[in-house]
């Protein structure tokens, strides 16, 4: 379908995930910036377990080996931990509440694939969606701009902005900066898959607009990531090959400029600088990763368990004695008193816990994810498809250095875009409808 089409009304998937947005911004609001893991989120996904049920039941056959990759690294995990327990955290709750937090993403997904597949009505769910987005994004700029122009280092509730190379990061009305970088990157991305849909100038302001804010946030991998997206975006014009050409050294040439002639330059070298060159032994991340190999090798290849290392049970839970073992206790944010930066990597804590078969199932159950979206879009390089394909491409770059599949705000967005990104592949082969009923025909993404 192209054109303006009228949209129908709120489906249930688009309906679901914009309450939780809204949700989830009251909420981050009321709390001061709640960043991580709150009781409404736990509430939320609490009860989305039925609609996951019915949908891992009725749909999760075509699209199994993401559930049974998923139960590879929770058993590496559990069984791991009654064979190799490191100890200082309590067993086996701590393994069983951290699997029950990892689950918490295929929890979403299965649940917005009911939904879906229930309500069958096409790209109205992502539009809807992304419309969200970009309103969220729209109020949030305005106090990103008051953090910059007006807040002289402090955000809106007087709190301390970080600095970064002589700039503030701003917090915005999400009160933290990264969650307000995310609203904005994805508020972003939304705006452009609207002018992917319809190309129009008042689009394209939006676009220039939010980018602009975004890259305010100062923050290199979610740069990259948008970079990337962007890159997709443009190669992607269906049919206009002239356009490619034309238009990527370009992009490439404004892309290397901004990072050369701008202080988005300074971000990624500070950023390299800090975390590869210097400082090694001193930043948690960086303690983190390099311990965490060592943790593989030592327990291979179930590795040292769930909720021992980089996870939350691991210092909510009592504290892992592997913190003191490679002096993980002395940096910075990992220690007992100060454990705020524990949690702040993602694939280091799958290879430490689950070890090295664990850590490849939890990536076979991504790919099997991802494939999926970039044949879709390369098949019909559609606004929605390019959307679905760019969320998730985000979420693996910056995951590289953060924990996006297990952030409040990022997990229900990506478990939104996989889940419509999979019905349209699965969907277009018949392969759901063989296994249950849909009450509408299926977008199959010829939206240009």
Same mark, same amino acid.
């Given at each position: 379908?192209?054109?303006?089409?009228?949209?129908?009304?709120? &489906?249930?998937?688009? /309906?679901?995930?914009?309450?939780?947005l809204?949700?989830?911004?009251?909420?981050?609001?009321?709390?001061?910036?709640?960043?991580?893991?709150?009781?409404?989120?736990?509430?939320?996904?609490?009860l989305?377990?039925?609609?996951a049920a019915?949908? /891992?039941?009725?749909?999760?056959? $075509?699209?199994?080996?993401?559930?049974?990759?998923?139960?590879?690294?929770?058993?590496?995990?559990?069984?791991?931990v009654? +064979?190799? &327990?490191?100890?200082?955290?309590?067993?086996?709750?701590?393994? /069983?509440?951290d699997?029950?937090?990892?689950?918490?993403?295929?929890?979403?997904l299965?649940?917005?694939?009911?939904?879906?597949?229930?309500?069958?009505?096409?790209?109205?769910?992502?539009?809807?969606?992304?419309?969200?987005?970009?309103?969220?994004? +729209?109020i949030?700029?305005?106090?990103v701009?008051?953090?910059?122009?007006?807040?002289?280092?402090?955000?809106?509730?007087?709190?301390?902005?970080?600095a970064?190379?002589?700039?503030?990061?701003?917090?915005?009305?999400?009160?933290?900066?990264?969650?307000?970088?995310?609203?904005?990157?994805?508020g972003?991305?939304?705006?452009?898959?609207?002018?992917?849909?319809y190309?129009?100038?008042?689009?394209?302001?939006?676009v220039a607009?939010?980018?602009?804010?975004?890259?305010? @946030?100062?923050?290199?991998?979610?740069?990259? !990531?948008?970079?990337?997206?962007?890159?997709?975006?443009i190669?992607?014009?269906?049919?206009?090959?002239?356009?490619?050409?034309?238009?990527? $050294?370009?992009?490439?040439l404004?892309?290397?400029?901004?990072v050369?002639?701008?202080?988005v330059?300074?971000?990624?070298?500070?950023?390299?600088?800090?975390?590869?060159?210097?400082?090694? &032994?001193?930043?948690?991340?960086?303690?983190?990763?390099?311990?965490?190999?060592?943790?593989?090798?030592?327990?291979? $290849?179930?590795?040292?368990?769930?909720?021992?290392? !980089?996870?939350?049970?691991?210092?909510?839970?009592?504290?892992? @004695?592997?913190?003191?073992?490679?002096?993980?206790?002395?940096?910075?944010?990992?220690s007992?008193?100060?454990?705020?930066?524990?949690?702040?990597?993602?694939? $280091?804590?799958l290879?430490?816990?689950?070890?090295?078969?664990?850590f490849?199932?939890?990536?076979?159950?991504?790919?099997?994810?991802?494939?999926? +979206?970039?044949?879709?879009?390369?098949?019909?390089? &559609?606004?929605?498809?390019?959307?679905c394909?760019?969320?998730?491409?985000?979420? /693996?770059?910056?995951?590289?250095?953060?924990?996006?599949?297990?952030?409040?705000?990022?997990?229900?967005?990506?478990?939104?875009?996989?889940?419509?990104? +999979?019905?349209?592949?699965?969907g277009?082969?018949?392969?759901?409808?063989?296994?249950?009923?849909?009450?509408?025909?299926?977008?199959r993404?010829?939206?240009?």
């Amino acid at each position: 379908m192209s054109g303006r089409g009228r949209r129908g009304p709120l &489906d249930l998937a688009a /309906l679901a995930f914009i309450l939780y947005l809204l949700v989830r911004w009251v909420f981050a609001i009321g709390v001061r910036g709640a960043y991580g893991s709150t009781p409404m989120d736990e509430i939320f996904a609490a009860l989305m377990i039925v609609p996951a049920a019915v949908g /891992l039941f009725r749909y999760g056959r $075509p699209i199994a080996i993401i559930p049974v990759a998923f139960l590879i690294y929770a058993m590496a995990g559990l069984l791991s931990v009654l +064979l190799n &327990d490191p100890g200082g955290v309590s067993q086996p709750m701590g393994a /069983l509440w951290d699997i029950a937090l990892d689950t918490k993403p295929l929890i979403f997904l299965f649940a917005f694939l009911y939904l879906f597949m229930r309500s069958g009505r096409g790209e109205d769910s992502i539009a809807h969606a992304t419309n969200a987005l970009i309103v969220v994004a +729209l109020i949030n700029s305005l106090f990103v701009w008051r953090d910059i122009v007006l807040g002289g280092g402090y955000g809106l509730t007087g709190i301390r902005l970080v600095a970064r190379l002589g700039f503030y990061q701003p917090q915005g009305l999400m009160l933290h900066h990264l969650e307000s970088c995310y609203v904005t990157m994805f508020g972003a991305l939304a705006a452009m898959y609207r002018v992917k849909r319809y190309w129009t100038m008042p689009g394209l302001a939006l676009v220039a607009y939010l980018a602009l804010v975004f890259f305010l @946030h100062l923050s290199a991998k979610e740069m990259f !990531a948008f970079i990337l997206c962007a890159i997709l975006f443009i190669i992607g014009r269906k049919n206009k090959p002239p356009v490619w050409v034309l238009l990527l $050294p370009v992009a490439l040439l404004i892309a290397g400029g901004v990072v050369a002639f701008t202080p988005v330059g300074d971000v990624f070298a500070a950023q390299f600088q800090n975390y590869v060159i210097d400082n090694t &032994d001193k930043q948690a991340r960086t303690v983190l990763t390099s311990s965490s190999f060592e943790i593989a090798d030592r327990y291979f $290849p179930l590795g040292s368990g769930a909720g021992t290392f !980089a996870s939350p049970p691991s210092f909510q839970m009592g504290y892992s @004695h592997l913190y003191y073992e490679f002096g993980i206790n002395r940096v910075w944010g990992g220690s007992p008193e100060n454990p705020n930066y524990l949690t702040d990597v993602f694939w $280091p804590k799958l290879l430490a816990q689950a070890g090295y078969l664990g850590f490849a199932a939890f990536l076979v159950m991504l790919l099997a994810i991802l494939f999926p +979206l970039l044949r879709q879009y390369l098949r019909w390089r &559609d606004a929605a498809s390019w959307f679905c394909l760019s969320v998730n491409l985000s979420m /693996l770059v910056m995951s590289i250095a953060s924990t996006p599949y297990t952030q409040e705000f990022l997990t229900p967005l990506w478990a939104f875009a996989s889940a419509y990104g +999979l019905m349209l592949w699965y969907g277009q082969k018949g392969a759901f409808h063989r296994q249950g009923n849909s009450r509408g025909p299926l977008d199959r993404g010829r939206t240009a």
